[in-house]
């Protein structure tokens, strides 16, 4: 048992790519044939073993005959060809030793009785002619050290005679998911309802896509229990067969997690825990030849370890090195780079290095970002992200306004791309389907309506919605938009009612706890879950709260905060909560219960002056497309305006 030295727990990335490039050595090339060599990597010089063409070859359909018996031959003087002075050739065909030249079919006549053939055109020795070795001669150099085998390579490649090719050897790798509260995949997509504390083995999915991209091979090996005997012993049975073992999950220091002490009695471990976020429960081993790597179990920490370690052992295994400035990039599939500022500060660890998802638009000529959860366990916001930044261990926070590097994932479209930023709608939300076939781009991020309309008014989006009811009046948004507008919100923005929508208090199937009102929510026994400060939603609750003359810090759960409906009625939903104010389409997609407390308008308010932005255009021609509003009344819970 070979135990973890200090210096090499808790260490930088920069310090494990150290490590990695002192234990990991290339692999010994390999012979490949070469109807298996597509997108392997030459590892010498690939010398032709044939001329290509091996013969004289016809360029065309015609007569294969002497040129020099061609001499003066016009359409007014033709020269005749006895039979036996030429011969047919097609194209590709081979020319007789006795001739020279081919002439186009078009420039003769055949006189079949005879069998004379007229010329009416002269021509040089070689004309329509491919002499051997045209393309590539016999001894040529055809490919070089390090070329990569294209499609064109693989088949010239085998035109030259050349039967096998010495490669770069690709790693073998195998993927173990562990953990006993893994479902197979296969099981996992036919569970009507997944029990809690069990999960679908989704990860696998997420290793070979990165393996494909990346063009090595992966093989998945069946789920493992967390038992660390069964473990050792399918490592110990597998080790000698791979050149890289990834073993998915048990990195942490629970009473399960026994991955890296198998790997200390098997091998001799090369590092324990990165200051990187996420990632940090990641560990290495060198086990006798074979190089593991555990995998935290978290899809972000797992993706962050495939790119930041697994794919720079993959190079130096397969190249004998690798890139620091851009073996990242590489990893990640970037496709390009950008500078942009940051919409809202973002506060990192200090000490550690962060990977951090964002969201880009260009706003006012500006490329700008916010950045997604960062949650290890947020493969949504992975999914959604525009581009990854990896901050600096010294980075502790970055302001609203600095700039950040990022790769960026996809092609953005930065002119046709408008940010919504204001109230949660799931109706609304499927707006943005209907508006990209349109020719623009809506993206969504809920802030509630008062933070909607305050990041409209700093310039931080192209358009908001809000329903903030004045309990002074009883209206609805006008008096919200005067005081933060100003006297010119008239002139300057412009206003739109989407439709109306029901809002009211969700609660489980059944109502197990009897609410029947506003009421009820302050009774010892249950539990609400909120809107965040500004929402709309939870404007209203408060104002029926004042109504009931309801202490809100006598309503248990208050303080519990959630950004959408959904993220509030699946609270609900799994027993988090007793209640929750939130829209009748929420509570109908969950299947709760609804209790009706009022109708609300939802209005939509951009600038004026955004009009002709193709994003704003297109989402404004969409709110009367019919397939979105057939879509939203199949929701229910909402009206149209007269």
């Known amino acids: 048992m070979a135990l973890v030295e200090k210096e090499t ?86 020319i007789s030793a006795r001739f020279d030249s081919v002439v186009m079919i078009e420039d003769t006549s055949l006189d079949r009785k005879t069998g004379t053939l007229s010329v009416v055109s002269s021509l040089v020795a070689g004309e329509n002619v491919r002499p051997l070795g045209e393309d590539v001669f016999l001894g040529q150099v055809i490919a070089r050290e390090g070329d990569r085998v294209t499609p ?61 991209n990346w063009a090595f091979p992966v093989d998945i090996a069946p789920c493992i229990p967390d038992d660390p005997n069964i473990l050792k012993s399918f490592l110990e049975e597998n080790r000698k067969k791979y050149d890289l073992i990834l073993i998915g999950a048990g990195s942490a220091k629970g009473e399960r997690d026994h991955t890296f002490s198998v790997l200390e009695d098997l091998g001799h471990p090369l590092f324990r825990w990165l200051l990187m976020k996420p990632g940090r429960p990641a560990s290495a081993a060198d086990l006798g030849g074979c190089f593991a790597v555990n995998l935290p179990g978290f899809p972000m920490s797992n993706a962050v370890i495939l790119w930041s370690v697994v794919f720079p052992i993959l190079q130096l295994l397969h190249f004998g090195d690798f890139d620091e400035e851009t073996v990242l990039p590489l990893a990640i599939g970037a496709a390009g780079t950008e500078e942009v500022t940051l919409l809202s500060s973002y506060s990192s660890t200090y000490g550690k290095e962060e990977w951090v998802r964002f969201k880009c638009v260009e706003i006012g000529g500006g490329k700008k970002a916010y950045a997604l959860p960062s949650g290890a366990s947020a493969l949504w916001s992975l999914s959604e992200t525009d581009g990854l930044s990896l901050l600096p261990l010294e980075t502790a926070e970055r302001t609203k306004g600095t700039t950040v590097n990022l790769w960026l994932l996809r092609d953005i479209r930065w002119k046709e791309r408008i940010l ?37 008014s700093r310039g931080e ?26 006297p010119q919100a008239d002139a300057l923005l412009a206003r739109r009612i989407v439709f109306f929508r029901q809002q009211g208090i969700m609660v489980r199937k059944g109502n197990p706890r009897g609410i029947r009102s506003v009421s009820d929510l302050r009774r010892e026994d249950v539990v609400i879950v909120n809107r965040q400060p500004g929402a709309g ?41 007793d209640a929750a104010a939130g829209i009748k389409s929420v509570a109908d997609a969950l299947g709760l219960d ?49």
């Not at 989006?461 to 100003?486: K, P, V, W």
């Not at 609750?541 to 959630?562: A, T």
């Not at 009009?611 to 009344?633: F, K, Q, T, Y």
Request: charged share 20%; glycine share 10%.
């Open 152 to 212: 064109a390579l693989c088949s010239l490649l085998a035109t030259a005679g050349v039967k096998n090719l010495r490669t770069l050897a690709l790693p073998k790798t195998l993927y173990i998911p562990t953990g006993d509260e893994i479902i197979p995949l296969e099981e996992w997509l036919e569970l009507e309802t997944p029990p809690p504390g069990r999960v679908g083995e989704s990860n696998s999915l997420l290793v070979k896509g990165y393996f494909r």
């Open 594 to 642: 609804f209790l009706p407390l009022a109708e609300e308008p939802y209005e939509l308010v951009y600038f004026k002056s955004m009009e002709d932005h193709p994003g704003i255009a297109a989402l404004l021609e969409s709110l009367n497309d019919e397939g979105w509003r057939s879509l939203v009344d199949r929701m229910g819970g909402y009206r149209w305006t007269e």
């Open 537 to 577: 939603t939870r404007v209203l609750l408060d104002f029926l709260f004042r109504g009931e003359n309801i202490d809100p810090g006598n309503v248990r759960g208050y303080e519990n905060c959630s950004t959408t409906h959904f993220d509030a009625g699946n609270k609900v939903l799994r027993g988090f909560a």
């Open 9 to 94: 727990m808790h260490i930088s990335l920069s310090k494990a790519w150290g490590i990695l490039r002192e234990k990991c050595r290339q692999l010994p090339a390999e012979a490949v044939p070469v109807q298996n060599s597509l997108g392997r990597t030459l590892a010498e010089d690939v010398i032709a073993g044939r001329n290509v063409p091996h013969y004289n070859a016809s360029a065309m359909d015609g007569y294969s005959l002497l040129s020099a018996l061609t001499a003066g031959a016009t359409p007014s003087s033709p020269v005749s060809f006895a039979a036996g002075e030429y011969e047919w050739v097609n194209t590709g065909g081979e």
């Open 420 to 456: 919504f930023q204001g109230s949660n709608d799931p109706a609304f939300e499927r707006i943005a389907t209907f508006a990209k076939k349109k020719g623009g781009e809506v993206i969504f991020r809920s802030v509630g309506s008062l933070g909607g309309l305050a990041a409209l």
């Open 461 to 486: 989006c192209h358009a908001a919605a809000c329903h903030l009811l004045d309990t002074e009046t009883g209206d609805y948004n006008t008096s919200y938009i005067e005081r933060m507008f100003g």
